[in-house]
């Protein structure tokens, strides 16, 4: 086997993509917990299931190779070593807040005694507390937080699989990630990349992984050329993290310059793909909410440094100019969400209208409630194919968000 991995821009024909088809972990919660969960509304489990398969078919038609992080996660714990599987749930338990005592060593037996794949669903959909048997004699479950539901939690973000690892270069980054509904969700991808057969033994480069301090997104990386990383400061990712990853890009030898751009930090603008997504090799999409009025927006260029300075960094506030001369295009095409009307714009950027997943130069999938957004991205001579969406976006991410490339083919 050789290195998987290849991202070397965000346009090149998608060849491998992990996505996680939605689950239980959708439906299990109540709107008291919604925002906590980062969640605007609870889908509809079946139909957002039937979306989603739509949205993979459009992928495989297109020529991409899908997996589904659930079975990555299952195949590795199926395998050879039992001792795996034991210290995953161990540290899926601990991270949940289970340490010691009958709760924990109750939460253990009935997660290790289930077939694999449905202890993989089981801890993704969450364990209610009247799942568990665990003794009338615990003092800890008759006195402590009595009425919550859950032992673990679900975490309804994980079809979101762009956000807890990035694929950048030949490595990754495992992200340790902002808010605690989705602190979990790395845990898979660091599993699968450290134990499953595809990646397993090959040196993969981890460009930062999830127990760094300083917190990232896969959201806001984005992967411009095969010399150029763009980073989101957002509400996700902190300007502290995008310098480590800078630092190993450039030890590397992968990539020259890394783009920070510095977003509003908000729910609707949680990463730099809700407002910005390239779509062809000089194309973008932009949200006009996120300019001043005169059009500037802070962004920092980044290089490897010299002696005494192991990063150079200028400060710049007009981002056109700036991708026009990292990118080395002389004209750029920066299409406005919904047109730039007020109205249109913000509905549509709620409905993730940036958030295009682009499959190939100048060929995007975008969610068909955007209509607006849509017809102007075939005016501007993009190939748009439309998913259903009225389920899916409920979750607050897009086509971008739900699929996590591991290669591309070179442009
Ligand atoms: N790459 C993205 N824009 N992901 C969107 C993730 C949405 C998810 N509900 C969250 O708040 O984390």
Redesign the pocket.
């Known amino acids: 086997m050789t290195n998987p991995i290849h991202i070397f821009s965000e346009i090149g024909n998608l060849q491998t993509v992990m996505l996680k088809r939605p689950a239980d972990e959708v439906q299990n919660f109540t709107p008291q917990m919604m925002q906590r969960l980062?969640?605007d509304d609870i889908p509809y489990l079946p139909i957002a299931q039937k979306e989603h398969d739509q949205f993979a078919q459009v992928l495989r038609d297109n020529g991409a190779n899908v997996l589904y992080l659930e079975e990555l996660v299952a195949e590795v714990l199926n395998g050879q070593r039992p001792e795996v599987k034991q210290q995953f749930v161990k540290t899926i338990l601990a991270e949940s807040g289970h340490t010691r005592g009958a709760i924990t060593a109750a939460l253990n037996e009935f997660l290790l005694n289930m077939p694999t794949d449905l202890m993989v669903a089981k801890i993704m959909a969450g364990i209610r507390k009247s799942e568990l048997d665990v003794g009338a004699w615990s003092l800890v479950r008759a006195a402590e937080d009595e009425d919550y539901p859950y032992y673990l939690d679900p975490m309804p973000?994980l079809y979101?699989t762009?956000?807890p690892s990035a694929f950048i270069g030949s490595g990754l980054t495992i992200n340790n990630m902002t808010f605690a509904a989705?602190k979990r969700e790395s845990l898979f991808t660091e599993l699968v990349i450290n134990y499953h057969p595809m990646f397993a033994g090959q040196n993969i480069p981890v460009w930062r992984d999830r127990n760094q301090i300083g917190r990232i997104?896969?959201?806001d990386e984005l992967i411009l050329n095969d010399h150029v990383v763009a980073i989101g400061i957002s509400e996700r990712t902190s300007a502290e993290a995008i310098e480590d990853v800078a630092r190993s890009l450039f030890a590397a030898g992968q990539f020259d310059t890394v783009l920070a751009i510095s977003i509003p930090k908000t729910?609707a603008t949680?990463?730099l793909?809700?407002v910005f997504t390239m779509v062809n090799h000089d194309q973008f999409t932009v949200y006009p909410g996120i300019l001043d009025a005169k059009g500037d927006i802070d962004t920092w260029i980044m290089h490897p440094g010299d002696d005494q300075h192991d990063l150079r960094v200028t400060h710049r506030t007009d981002l056109k100019n700036v991708l026009k001369e990292v990118l080395n295009v002389s004209e750029l095409d920066m299409i406005q969400t919904g047109g730039g009307d007020p109205i249109i714009a913000g509905r549509e950027q709620w409905n993730d209208g940036s958030?295009t997943l682009t499959i190939a130069p100048g060929v995007v999938v975008t969610y068909d409630r955007n209509f607006v957004s849509n017809q102007l991205l075939i005016e501007h001579g993009i190939k748009v194919l439309e998913v259903a969406s009225s389920e899916l976006s409920r979750?607050?991410?897009g086509p971008?968000?739900m699929s996590c490339p591991i290669a591309r083919a070179d442009l």
């Open positions: 980062l969640f973000n979101f762009r956000d989705r997104e896969g959201g729910h949680m990463h793909d809700t958030n979750g607050r991410g971008r968000c």
